[in-house]
């Protein structure tokens, strides 16, 4: 009997972890997808990115993309915290020199506008500052 309630005992914890690990996960895709809708009036969607910083554990999500001169390009951020949650988003050209941030003077914006001046491979971080989830999504549209 006392296997028994030990057996039960080990298995209400674990079933009682794994509902706490599943509910901290990040659905940045679910963020992404959000942040479709919104793209700024005459913006182009391009793409969605996934931003998961995997609760703490993982200080930068990087992408890259190819921008073309003369598009300007927006880029903007979502979670389900306020505002952008602690998520700095930088923008640096192939040579990585910045170019574009949403973190300025100590404030947070919630997205950017990139006028590209250059055509070449360009790359997207995501990093943490103050963060409460390390979660979100972005999305990068584009027009001429």
Known sequence: MRQVINILGITFI???FAASVANAQCDAEAHA????SKLQDGFTFLKTFKVDGQGGAKAKVEYSYVFSKDTQYF???CNSGADTDGIVVT???SKRQMVSTNFNKGKFYPGLVYPCNATGIYYITFTFQD???HCGGSVLGFKR
Request: charged letters at 5%; hydrophobic letters at 50%; aromatic letters at 12%.
């Open 14 to 16: 674990a079933f009682v």
């Open 33 to 36: 997808n959000a942040c479709i």
């Open 75 to 77: 880029l903007n951020i």
């Open 91 to 93: 923008m640096y050209d």
């Open 131 to 133: 963060s409460q989830n």
